[in-house]
């Protein structure tokens, strides 16, 4: 049987997404692929999806996923980083804060809007990583980035210029950089104490396995953590194919949306991509739009049970 399937970690703090990866890695057999959908900072904790397997070919699908996070914000302290762990690069006045002044600025931030990445970032500069350039001492300008902020809410009461919220994001969204954007609307600076990631979609930590646990475990104990590929469905409009179609499917045939049995409609607003399964077939496919008929376009195929 092949070793295939999402792996929901709970990544503690001051570990990298990256070692947490190449924990699971020492325990597979080898030639067994692993990547994650979407690296979590070493100063966060929580939810992080490693991909197993043929679920590596999903990355991007798996990375339009929301997610959640419990950000704690101080406000009146700038650091070099953003976070807690930075140093401070600058202090300002937020005493006038007020839970009232926080509730009204929120919405502003709501939907598709420009955001800056930190410099200590992942963010690409001219082919090199913002944070290697940031430690060299180097001056580069990150531009903004179009991100998208679906929810946003104050979870805790304003206490010495440190409040708490709940935000769901979509993919590119920095936390850190909202704090930043956050404490300037307010006329004043701030920066993200503590984050957690929640979840990503619906995998939160009650599936998870500890990034400490996996050191001591053996991978017939891991196994019991990896959600089949499977688990996807529903994220997206998923529809159901008769054998006699699924072939059609697997060599990469186009095929009529009305020959799709619908399944779920999905709980993402993408309305250019469907999943399809079947007996034993996963089909990421786009939809298009082909002499007035809407057909489906296999775009990755994954064969679930060999």
Not at 255 to 274: A, H, R, W
């Amino acid at each position: 049987m092949l070793l295939d399937g999402i792996l929901p970690v709970y990544k503690e703090l001051n570990l990298r997404s990256t070692d947490c990866v190449s924990r699971v890695r020492r325990l597979l057999p080898k030639g067994v692929k692993i990547g994650h959908a979407g690296t979590l900072d070493s100063t966060a904790e929580g939810i992080l999806l490693l991909l197993i397997g043929r679920s590596t070919r999903l990355a991007d699908f798996i990375l339009s996923m929301p997610k959640t996070y419990k950000v704690t914000i101080n406000f009146g302290v700038q650091t070099s980083t953003d976070d807690a762990t930075g140093d401070i690069i600058a202090t300002k006045n937020a005493d006038y804060l007020t839970d009232e002044l926080i509730r009204e600025i929120l919405p502003t931030f709501l939907g598709t809007k420009p955001q800056i990445p930190p410099s200590i970032s992942a963010v690409h500069v001219d082919g090199k990583r913002a944070h290697n350039l940031a430690r060299l001492g180097a001056n580069f300008q990150i531009l903004p980035k179009n991100v998208q902020i679906l929810h946003i809410e104050q979870t805790k009461k304003l206490s010495d210029n440190t409040a708490e919220f709940l935000i769901e994001c979509k993919k590119g969204t920095y936390i850190r950089s909202f704090a930043r954007d956050l404490g300037i609307a307010l006329g004043t600076v701030a920066h993200v104490s503590s984050l957690v990631r929640l979840t990503v979609w619906k995998f939160d930590s009650s599936q998870a396995i500890t990034s400490k646990a996996i050191s001591d475990i053996t991978i017939q104990s891991l196994e019991n953590y990896i959600l089949p590929i499977g688990a996807l469905c529903g994220f997206i409009s998923t529809c159901g194919v008769e054998v006699g179609r699924e072939l059609d499917i697997k060599n990469g045939l186009e095929i009529p949306l009305t020959d799709l049995k619908l399944l779920s409609i999905g709980q993402s607003e993408i309305k250019n991509k469907i999943l399809v399964i079947g007996d034993n077939l996963l089909s990421l496919c786009n939809l298009a739009l082909k002499n007035n008929i809407v057909v489906a376009s296999p775009k990755c195929n994954i064969v679930i049970d060999d």
